[in-house]
């Protein structure tokens, strides 16, 4: 039994350079959700994908952030020209996408971002 | 907006029960609640869910007041292992929340030998 993945799972980077993360969700889930968390508070939702059409984004994904879900399989998150407020725990998770599975989901164990 | 309402931390003896209270007043008719737990350096777990039936499933019991304006996730027989913070939310299961979870800052539970 597969859970969702991501890698890596830690990452350090210097301010200004750009970062890509990936999930790989349970298979044949058709939603892909990012959450951002940081120390002491519960996780943020940032985006979420239905299949490969990326439907919401929060206020708090800024420009420099974007996702992509290609072929409805794996996602990717990129931040372009890091700053120190994006260090954080960058979550994705999945979930089957049914009305009676729509908060059901499945979170991997995320990556901790360090922006020095 | 936070819709729930948790105490901060909470402690409990190993095997005894663990009662973790949540309020809800204001949550509307077509909402369920939903409890995830996080334990250190790990993603949220699904515990359980409802709408205004008691659960229970392997994992924990969920009861529900009749007025539905609070709840109380029941771990029976605590362990160490169920040391983390627990996250009472209330979501519109097909409606047009589509799993964006409204995380508050939960209750840290602590297991004590």
């Known amino acids: 039994d597969t859970g969702v993945s991501q890698d890596p799972r830690h990452k350090i980077t210097k301010r200004g350079q750009n970062v890509t993360f990936r999930c790989d969700p349970i298979?044949?889930?058709?939603?892909l959700y990012w959450y951002r968390q940081t120390l002491g508070q519960g996780p943020e939702f940032l985006t979420y994908f239905q299949n490969e059409a990326q439907l919401e984004k929060s206020r708090l994904l800024s420009d420099r952030f974007s996702a992509e879900r290609p072929k409805g399989s794996f996602s990717t998150l990129e931040i372009q020209r890091t700053e120190q407020g994006d260090s954080a725990m960058y979550l994705c998770?999945?979930?089957?996408?049914?009305?009676?599975?729509?908060?059901?989901?499945?979170f991997g164990s995320g990556t901790q971002l360090s922006v020095l | 907006d936070a819709k729930t309402t948790q105490p901060p931390s909470m402690d409990c003896a190993e095997g005894r029960a663990a009662n973790l209270p949540c309020n809800h007043s204001?949550?509307?008719?077509?909402?369920?609640v939903y409890w995830y737990r996080q334990i250190h350096s790990q993603g949220p777990q699904y515990i359980i869910h409802?709408?205004?039936n008691n659960e229970t499933n392997e994992m924990a019991s969920l009861i529900i007041t009749e007025d539905r304006k609070s709840s109380t996730l029941i771990l029976p027989h605590a362990t160490l292992r169920d040391t983390a913070v627990y996250y009472c939310i209330v979501g519109d299961a097909g409606g047009t929340s589509y799993g964006k979870l409204t995380f508050g800052q939960g209750t840290i539970l602590t297991v004590h030998p």
């Open positions: 998770a999945s979930s089957a996408g049914t009305v009676a599975t729509n908060e059901k989901l499945f």
């Open positions: 204001t949550i509307s008719g077509n909402e369920y």
């Open positions: 409802g709408l205004k």
């Open positions: 298979s044949e889930h058709n939603r």
